[in-house]
């Protein structure tokens, strides 16, 4: 089963390579990753996408904790949440197909960044499934000559928080 794993970490080198570190000795698959500085700059939050059963994830909960730079951890999974992913892609275009690319861009909420003779770079949003599927059916309009997705970031929905607690952040 896909879960989606959040995690506060300290802002500090080396912190997202003993994440990754013990996922790697113990065998575990990270599909999807995202990590940036948070409103806090000593924090870092970590998205990642990974698979398995409910045994198999609390071992993975359990473990990461246990890492000193791990402030916080979550499963998102089975909360109520919000993910989103970017999609930036360059497809081949021509006189023939533009207009076709253009509704399609406008349609599916995506925006133009750039134009040339034969090619447009678009940009999407949206989730996981969405952004796959945009794939598919650009894919079947035009020649898509490169992409980067940016990975999944999720945040639990309404009031709840993932925080650290005050006292585990350096001062």
Request: no cysteine; glycine share 8%; aromatic share 4%.
């Amino acid at each position: 089963m896909r879960h989606i794993i959040s995690m506060l970490l300290q802002n500090e080198a080396g912190a997202l390579a003993r994440v990754a570190g013990m996922f790697a000795a113990r065998g575990y698959n990270i599909d999807s990753l995202t990590v940036a500085a948070t409103h806090d700059p000593q924090v870092s939050r970590l998205t990642m996408v990974t698979f398995g059963d409910d045994g198999v994830i609390a071992q993975i909960i359990n473990q990461s904790r246990k890492l000193i730079d791990v402030l916080e951890i979550a499963d998102l999974t089975s909360r109520d949440h919000i993910e989103s992913e970017l999609l930036v892609v360059k497809v081949a275009s021509s006189a023939s197909n533009a207009a076709a690319i253009a509704r399609f861009t406008e349609l599916s909420f995506g925006v133009v960044l750039e134009e040339t003779e034969s090619t447009r770079t678009l940009q999407f949003t949206g989730r996981g499934s969405h952004i796959s599927a945009v794939l598919a059916e650009l894919g079947g309009m035009a020649s898509i000559l490169e992409l980067a997705r940016s990975g999944t970031a999720a945040l639990e929905r309404g009031q709840s928080i993932l925080a650290p607690a005050e006292s585990t952040v350096p001062a």
